[in-house]
């Protein structure tokens, strides 16, 4: 969900996560923005996921995406192992280029041609294993890193190769549940018969039917709220989709 306007409030946040948590829900992903063109009123998804991480103790966290080429990777590699060794190994690092439609990049002095913020999010993965493998110390909870969830444009290829050198893909803009069938029989190519664990991870409105989407291949169904949720709509999803805990 996106932690904007009521829910631009990082205790909230937390209490909305308590009472996915209870109702058996398997993660709780928060938008990651600077600025966005329908509000002015953001919360920093970093200091709430940290709210997060202590007043749970289940559920998978993590920010949907995090666009690297603006961020320090240096600084960036001590928060994510802060934060994954706070919740006990939950944290899932959610990447991705970024757009600059909303002034995030530009206006800041970051790099607002998107092949230079693609060269630096590959520069900057890469660095950032380095950094949790040993360069920095402590290391993160989950070994032998934190997992990487890589966010990709349907039906754009060169996100999909990247995604494949990871952990699992966060497609946008998907057409319906074949699209995830065709993604999942392209990633099982640029993987090349690799046996380690891949998440392909899909976003759909609250009480859309899933089954379709996980025969498909989907192997997360994430519940989304678009730019404008509410906390009460937020808790009516939590309660009428519980997930069995575990």
Same mark, same amino acid.
């Given at each position: ?13 937390a209490r909305l996560a ?156 998907? %057409?319906? /549940?074949?699209?995830?069938?065709? #993604?999942? +029989?392209?990633? =099982? @190519?640029? *993987? ?18 899933l089954e379709p989407w ?12 678009? %730019?404008? /949720?509410?906390?009460?709509?937020? #808790?009516? +999803?939590?309660? =009428? @989709?519980? *997930?069995?805990?575990?």
């Amino acid at each position: 969900m996106a932690p904007f306007g009521e829910l631009a409030d990082a205790g909230r946040l937390a209490r909305l996560a308590t009472a996915a948590e209870a109702r058996g829900w398997d993660g709780f992903f928060l938008w990651d923005h600077l600025v966005y063109v329908d509000t002015r009123e953001l919360a920093d998804p970093w200091i709430a996921m940290t709210a997060i991480a202590c007043a749970t103790e289940r559920v998978r966290i993590g920010a949907l995406v995090t666009p690297t080429p603006r961020r320090r990777i240096a600084k960036l590699a001590r928060e994510t192992v802060t934060l994954d060794r706070l919740s006990g190994g939950r944290l899932v690092f959610g990447v991705g280029i970024g757009g600059d439609r909303h002034g995030e990049f530009a206006p800041f002095g970051d790099p607002g041609d998107p092949r230079e913020r693609a060269r630096l999010l590959d520069e900057g993965l890469e660095r950032l294993v380095e950094l949790w493998g040993g360069e920095f110390a402590p290391p993160p909870a989950q070994q032998p890193r934190i997992p990487v969830w890589v966010a990709a444009r349907w039906p754009n290829r060169r996100p999909m190769r990247r995604a494949a050198r990871w952990d699992g893909i966060f497609p946008i803009d998907l %057409p319906g /549940p074949e699209a995830v069938a065709e #993604l999942a +029989a392209a990633m =099982a @190519e640029l *993987r090349d018969g690799a046996s380690d664990p891949f998440d392909i991870v899909v976003t759909n409105p609250a009480g859309t039917d899933l089954e379709p989407w996980e025969q498909a291949g989907a192997t997360w169904c994430l519940t989304g709220f678009g %730019p404008d /949720p509410s906390e009460a709509e937020v #808790l009516e +999803a939590i309660d =009428a @989709e519980p *997930r069995p805990a575990g």
